[in-house]
């Protein structure tokens, strides 16, 4: 069976019947990049497993609850091989799983060339070393690894040359034929994350939206001491022309761009929205766009604010020093004291200053009045 078929052909491995895939192939073909791949894909690999001992290991396997297994089965079981093709219909029972059996090939010279950048030995050097001759030469190798593999090679739902291929190459081919759009590999978990700037950009993100473009509930005293997550604050952002057209170009550019991440095999998206502190735009704009988010894709979405329980009007220090120094409505104020949250408190210039009676008027120090720095 080979792969021409178009997108249906050949069939990826379903989740109604546990999945076995057998990988073998050339040394030096990719086959232990591929046991990678389908590792990361969700399946439980073994390599180099003895052909007898593997409807035992697929059994014990399915006991213990993983039903997507991928057998590494090459050359080095030697004497094994002439079994394979009697495992073969003892893994599938029948029509009971989905077996499939990767062949991975490529021609000498390339195998010739793999094996010279490695330095490896090929794995029937052994067989053809004595006293007299010397080890095997790769080539004479890879012509006896041909001759032992071809029933195996025969046996194969789908045959992949490498010759020309590449590790990244490699990697797309199985997760197009085992990942998520085959149905078989669980969906790309899609995180959506607020935070504020002033207390740093989350280090996982894979994409960063910056929303401090919108208007500011902070400075709206009703809604100062709420978050994004009460209504009031959510109609306040949401309701803005800006915000709405916001929401509609990078659902759209999600829509376009999220399967391209999850065909690339990505198990994780991050997207990070951030505001000033984290507590109003960027939370009201997370719900909204995880909302949208689920509305269009199939994979599970999570919301998580990081930064909405930091820096609490109700429980600022900086609220003080507003009523004292700044009328209500000053804005510009407003904003210092904001902007003060973010910067350490400075350290006393003496040991007099510590030790000031409350009643100085230490504020009135050249050092106090410039503020914080």
């Known amino acids: 069976m080979n792969a021409s078929g178009g997108e249906r052909a050949p069939r990826g491995p379903t989740s109604s019947r546990p999945a076995v895939v057998v990988v073998s192939g050339l040394s030096g073909a990719g086959k232990s990049q591929a046991l990678h791949a389908l590792e990361d894909l969700g399946f439980f690999c073994v390599d180099n497993l003895p052909t007898l001992l593997v409807p035992q290991a697929v059994a014990l396997c399915e006991r213990g609850g993983m039903t997507r297994v991928a057998l590494g089965i090459d050359v080095r079981v030697r004497a094994f091989l002439g079994e394979v093709g009697n495992v073969l219909q003892l893994i599938e029972a029948g029509g009971e799983r989905d077996l499939h059996v990767l062949f991975l090939d490529a021609t000498d010279e390339t ?10 030995p090929h794995p029937l050097a052994a067989e053809g ?8 030469a790769v080539l004479d190798g890879v012509r006896v690894e041909r001759e032992r593999l071809a029933p195996l090679r025969a046996c194969a739902t789908r045959i992949i040359d490498t ?34 700037f002033k207390y740093g950009t989350p280090v996982d993100a894979d994409v960063v939206l910056d929303v401090r473009f ?28 800006e915000a ?9 550019l999600l829509e376009y761009v999220m399967p391209k991440y999850e065909r690339e095999g990505k198990s994780y998206l991050t997207i990070a929205i951030g505001c000033t502190g984290g507590r109003h735009r960027s939370v009201a704009l997370a719900e909204a766009l ?84």
């Open 214 to 241: 919108l208007d500011n509930p902070y400075f709206v005293p009703e809604l100062k001491a709420l978050s994004g997550l009460d209504e009031p604050v959510s109609r306040h952002v949401l309701g803005s022309p």
């Open 290 to 373: 995880a909302r949208s988010v689920s509305a269009t894709i199939s994979g599970p979405v999570a919301v998580t604010h990081r930064d909405v329980q930091r820096g609490q009007a109700s429980s600022a220090p900086t609220e003080r020093v507003q009523d004292a120094q700044s009328p209500e409505g000053d804005r510009d104020s407003v904003v210092s004291l904001e902007l003060k949250d973010a910067a350490s408190a400075p350290p006393p210039s003496s040991i007099g200053a510590r030790e000031a009676p409350s009643g100085s008027d230490v504020s009135r120090s050249p050092q106090a009045s410039r503020g914080p720095r």
């Open 111 to 120: 195998l010739l060339r793999r094996f010279s950048e490695t330095r490896r």
């Open 163 to 196: 010759t020309n291929t590449s590790v990244h190459d490699l990697r797309r081919v199985l997760i197009a034929h085992f990942g998520p759009a085959s149905g078989g590999a669980p969906r790309m978990v899609t995180r959506i994350v607020s935070f504020g």
């Open 244 to 252: 709405a057209e916001f929401l509609k170009r990078f659902s759209a």
């Open 129 to 136: 070393s004595t006293a007299s001759e010397g080890a095997l």
